[in-house]
């Protein structure tokens, strides 16, 4: 997993894309439980997936990738 993060770091799509595939279903599940319906979350996840890969160069690797993408999600849901 580690590679894969840097690799998107490093602008390479195909990582990102694998990304998105590893979390995707996770993500829109956690923020289903948090949102009023599948529109919602659906609009929810897009918004967690956009905002980490512009913000996936200040992603230092500190926690582990899924926490800080988790905490995306909280932060787009509570917004």
Known sequence: ???LVENARRGDK???NQL???????I?????????????AA???????VRAWKALGS?????????WIYRIAVNVCLN
Do not use: K, P
């Open 1 to 3: 997993m580690d590679q």
């Open 14 to 16: 195909a990582a990102a």
């Open 20 to 26: 998105i595939e590893s979390f995707y279903e996770r």
């Open 28 to 40: 829109y599940a956690f923020l289903r439980r948090l949102a009023a319906n599948d529109a919602d």
């Open 43 to 49: 609009d929810l996840t897009q918004d967690t997936f």
């Open 59 to 67: 992603f230092r690797g500190q926690a582990r990738f899924s926490t």
